[in-house]
């Protein structure tokens, strides 16, 4: 029957005197009274009064006349804390061993005009308070306990310090209480929150999330943590959607607060981090609970207290959220004293009562609202749903547990103190102002006395450890806070966060770790590219350049491989480039090679017809000895080819340059004294005398070495100053490092070819100026057509020699000294081998005699 009430109960959020019409139920005393030899003040926000209609009495227009109490059930584990403290202190025997605590219990109001009613009616302990009087002079009480609220603590302190009273707030530390200028007798009992942001910060981290909204209440602590929290979420590149602040004037009903979730809801935020306490933000809350917000992680500072609203929405709303509570150790007996608690133990108590009505069917004695008949057996708060009370003690309760033991060990050095001064006559009880019992406090609190980790230094209070737990409210009413990790900011870096994830329960709109980011991750190969005019988090992700690798996710630069390696085609890897050059095994280079052989082959056997016909007219009539050497060159110009072919070393490098320009300079040389030949034959205008010397002594033929002796020069001048060297080009093929010769100077290498082309051109000139003579055995022509091919074939291999890389750049040059010799060897010797082999008719001096140009010389004969 039990149960069946209490779920019957789960979705009522507040306790409310216009559920029953019992007297005793909505008659409530504003406190109550714990006997001890020494008493603690104690304001605690238990019940207040509300109107719904606004109903004023007539001559009292300040009062109402449908006034409704609310019992706050949550806020009674304060008193619960406070009674488990001090009995736990006066069992103690060796902790104030003939002293006794006890406490005067007075609800704190959270109403401006109402607030210092409770502490003057302590102060002068009378129903009708005389400032300055205490009607109870032998009744000490050292100190007084307040919160949560820092509005309310800030007034009673206000007032407290003016009799020297001593204060210990148990609410969430605030800056402006820390101000000892403004609240000397204060302290605050709870830890700084210094290190909250960063532990936000790092379980947002953990999850990947880069994209959450903030909100705020509109006051100095909101100010100050959102300093902290930027700088930490900025540390962490993690970008912020939204920022709100709440002000706390407010409401469930504000327009403005209600424009302000419809924002809150369409943003593509999924986590939105909440710091505040319930009186700053309850309007917040209770308009999330009323929208179904079931899309969004919520994280939480512990002093949020989710589930006070808990009603139907809240089901789906806050499931899943993530809060952060101060670690402290387990409470188990405080656990076991919630068990025993119940109105019969605690008399004196008025609240207990209300709840045992509430909550197990008892009814009220006609006699005295105190008492309590037809409850049900072993009726404990510990069967109520966890939504509506939670039998483990509270951060605040922490927080009044702590704060009761400091006042017994200050207590305990002061009687010590007084002991060793004035022995107490036995059967005196032991009198002392606040004041006097201020210096004892504040040595406590700094030598860290009580019974928790929190220490005070010199009112800065230290940062505490942290855990994380994951509310769990499904199915409905369930309730749980469960520890699914904690936050040290005392560990090392990078083990400050522990989590056990499988632990954890998510909202139910998500079916696994929710994701929270303006853009999505850009992938391996992909970087960042920051999008204009929004958070650094919002980003494209464009594909990494040429050779460049991103082997993790959101890289924002790719990395370039090293020269010695190339980037996959997933740009996420560098493999290893493999060495190359143009061997003889590759296609390219076994086309050459065949090109080069053939052509060599070819010269062999014109040079070998010219031998075998040595002695015919055509062959004597060009200058048999220039033929041959001419024939000989071509055939060790299309061999030095092969120098390029193959694996580059030092000696091909040099072979090959100085091989090709010394070879194509005998080669052209040879050219011009052909054509200076036919030139002296023909044009001269010296006496006959003169050209029968230059013919018989053979002049031109000198021109052959001196102009190789020139290149000889040109060459060594290339190899002292800047030789070739071996090479490595690792840009021309993708994936592949290309083995090459370097020229060493390039003024060297294309002087070099300067030279061949001013040979060329010399050779040209002069094959010209005799391009009209006789054409039977008149081979200027020819050799005027191959210069003219010579030069065109090097003078287009400069600019495209310089536009390739690698293989493509070797062959080219390969490819331009068969194609000029193969130039020479075809213009100037193909038509010849065509008459002596084909045309054997015309290969006579019969042939000659009947031509009708003729010259007036014509009767030498070239030999």
Request: hydrophobic content about 45%; some cysteine; proline content about 5%.
């Amino acid at each position: 029957m039990l149960w069946i009430l209490t779920f019957g109960l789960l979705y009522i959020p507040d306790f409310v005197g216009s559920f029953t019409d019992n007297d005793c139920y909505v008659i409530i005393k504003d406190g109550f009274s714990h006997e001890g030899d020494v008493t603690l003040g104690a304001f605690f926000p238990l019940h207040i009064y509300y109107t719904r209609k606004n109903i004023p009495v007539i001559k009292e227009t300040q009062y109402y006349q449908d006034v409704l109490i609310q019992y706050k059930l949550k806020n009674y584990r304060f008193v619960l804390a406070l009674v488990f403290a001090i009995e736990e202190v006066n069992r103690n025997p060796y902790l104030l061993p003939n002293t006794t605590l006890g406490f005067d219990l007075y609800n704190g109001t959270p109403y401006e005009m109402s607030t210092l009613i409770p502490p003057i009616l302590w102060l002068t302990r009378t129903r009708k308070p005389v400032l300055n009087y205490n009607c109870v002079r032998k009744r000490m009480s050292p100190a007084a306990l307040t919160g949560t609220s820092m509005t309310i603590s800030a007034r009673i302190g206000n007032l407290l310090q003016l009799y020297k009273v001593p204060q210990l707030t148990f609410g969430p530390f605030d800056p402006a209480l820390n101000n000892p200028d403004q609240f000397k007798f204060l302290y605050q009992m709870a830890p700084k929150d210094t290190s909250l942001s960063l532990a936000i910060a790092s379980l947002i981290f953990h999850f990947n999330w880069s994209w959450v909204g903030v909100i705020l209440p509109d006051d100095h602590r909101g100010t100050l943590f959102l300093s902290g929290l930027r700088e930490a979420m900025e540390s962490k590149d993690i970008c912020i959607d939204f920022l709100k602040m709440i002000p706390g004037t407010w409401n469930s009903f504000s327009s403005a607060l209600w424009k302000n979730l419809v924002n809150i809801q369409e943003s593509s935020a999924n986590v939105i981090v909440i710091y505040g306490d319930i009186t700053s933000l309850q309007g917040l809350m209770r308009h999330i609970l009323q929208l179904l917000v079931t899309w969004k992680v919520w994280i939480l500072n512990s002093w949020w207290d989710v589930d006070n609203n808990s009603d139907y929405f809240m089901v789906e709303s806050f499931h899943g959220s993530l809060m952060f509570s101060h670690h402290h150790k387990e409470m188990i007996d405080f656990t076991n004293f919630i068990r025993t608690v119940n109105p019969y133990k605690y008399p004196e108590d008025t609240y207990l009562p209300k709840f045992w009505y509430l909550f197990f069917r008892c009814s009220f004695s006609e006699v005295d609202c105190q008492l309590l008949e037809s409850c049900q057996p072993n009726a404990s708060l510990e069967l109520l749903p966890r939504h509506l009370f939670d039998p483990s003690m509270s951060e605040e309760g922490y927080n009044i547990y702590n704060a009761v033991y400091a006042v017994a060990y200050s207590l305990h050095e002061m009687i010590l103190q007084q002991i060793q001064i004035k022995p107490n006559v036995k059967g005196e009880g032991m009198e002392f102002s606040p004041w006097q019992f201020l210096p004892f406090l504040k040595n406590t609190l700094l030598k860290n006395h009580v019974r928790s980790r929190t220490v005070m230094d010199e009112r800065k209070n230290l940062d505490p450890e942290y855990e994380i737990l994951n509310f769990w409210n499904f199915p409905k009413g369930l309730g749980l806070n469960v520890k699914i990790g904690t936050f040290s900011p005392y560990a090392p870096l990078g083990q400050q966060l522990s989590l056990s994830e499988q632990m954890i329960q998510w909202p139910t709109s998500f079916t696994d770790t929710p994701q929270s980011v303006c853009s999505e991750s850009c992938r391996l190969g992909f970087r960042k590219a920051a999008q204009e005019g929004k958070a650094a988090c919002c980003f494209d992700c464009i594909p990494c350049a040429e050779n460049e690798i991103s082997n993790e996710t959101d890289m924002d630069q790719c990395v370039k491989c090293p020269e010695s390696h190339y980037a996959n085609l997933e740009k996420n890897h560098c493999l290893q480039k493999s060495v190359s050059f143009l061997a003889f095994d590759d296609p390219l280079g076994m086309a050459l090679t065949v090109t080069a052989l053939c052509f060599s082959v070819l010269t062999a056997v014109v040079l070998a017809v010219f031998v075998k016909h040595r002695d015919t007219p055509i062959v004597k009539a060009n200058n048999r000895a220039l033929s041959y050497t001419l024939l000989l060159t071509l055939i060790v110009c299309f061999l030095s080819s092969l120098l390029f072919i193959g694996k580059p070393n030092t000696a091909s490098c040099i072979l090959q340059e100085t091989a090709f320009g010394i070879l194509f300079t005998v080669a052209l040389s040879t050219v011009l004294a052909k054509a200076i030949t036919v030139v002296i034959a023909f044009r001269v205008t010296v006496p006959a005398r003169m050209v029968r010397w230059l013919m018989v002594s053979r002049a031109p033929n000198f021109i052959i070495p001196v102009c190789t002796l020139i290149e000889l020069v040109l060459c060594g001048i290339w190899l002292l100053t800047s030789p070739p060297f071996i090479d490595q080009d690792a840009h021309a093929e993708h994936g592949h490092i290309i083995l090459l010769c370097n020229k060493g100077s390039a003024v060297a290498f294309h002087s070099v070819l300067g030279y061949l082309c001013f040979l060329a051109l010399g050779s040209y000139t002069m094959a010209f100026l005799s391009r009209n003579l006789p054409d039977t055995f008149n081979e200027a022509k020819f050799l005027s057509f191959s210069m003219q091919v010579f030069f065109c074939v090097w003078v287009t291999f400069l600019p495209v020699y310089h536009s390739t890389k690698g293989k493509v750049m070797v062959a080219m040059e390969v490819f331009s000294i068969l194609a000029s010799s193969s130039a020479l060897l075809g213009l100037i010797f193909v038509p010849k081998c065509y008459i002596i082999l084909l045309r054997p008719d015309k290969n006579s001096c019969v042939d000659i005699r009947h031509k009708v140009h003729s010259r007036r010389n014509s009767h030498l004969t070239l030999s």
